[in-house]
Structures are given as structure tokens and as C-alpha cells.
């Protein structure tokens, strides 16, 4: 009789602490999955931002005459050595 009750009493509680640890890691393991995909998503936002600027940056140089003029070969105030160094002369 002590083992039908024991059976009975555990046995639905042993159930409940199964499928509440089950649902809570399942939770858990969503809510993590969720946070990596926005903190993902948000580093590649700022990574794009970030290389616009440099593009946008290196476009700037490459419009200066000074140095359009100097990978030209063009010498007027300036002199240019073969390792590629600007030197005011």
C-alpha cells in the first residue's frame, strides 16, 4: 500500500520537474539563439557602416590632384623616388 502511494505521489512529480526543466532549457536555448542572431545582424550593420566610411575616406584621397599628380609621374613641386615616398624638395 506505502509503494502505490509513493508511485501515485512521486511518480506525477518526478513528471512535472522532467517537463519543467525540458520546457525552461528549450526557452532558454530559443532566447540565446535569438540574441546572437540580433548582436550578428547589429556587427554586420557596423562593420558596413564602418567600410563606407573608409571607402568614402579613400575616395577622397584618391581625388586629390597632389597625389594624382605624383602617381603620375608629374614632378612640378614635388619629387618622387622609386619606393613610392612623396619628398618636398
Not at 522532467?18 to 520546457?23: A, E, G
Not at 548582436?39 to 597625389?67: I, N
Amino acid at each position: 500500500m506505502v509503494t502505490l502511494f509513493l508511485v501515485l505521489s512521486v511518480g506525477p512529480l518526478a513528471l512535472l520537474a522532467y517537463f519543467s526543466v525540458s520546457l525552461a532549457s528549450e526557452a532558454v536555448r530559443h532566447r540565446v539563439k535569438d540574441s546572437l542572431a540580433a548582436e550578428a545582424s547589429l556587427s554586420a550593420l557596423y562593420v558596413r557602416e564602418e567600410l563606407q566610411g573608409l571607402a568614402e575616406v579613400d575616395q577622397s584621397f584618391a581625388r586629390r590632384p597632389v597625389l594624382i599628380r605624383a602617381l603620375a609621374g608629374v614632378r612640378g613641386d614635388m619629387t618622387w623616388r622609386r619606393s613610392g615616398a612623396i619628398l618636398s624638395s
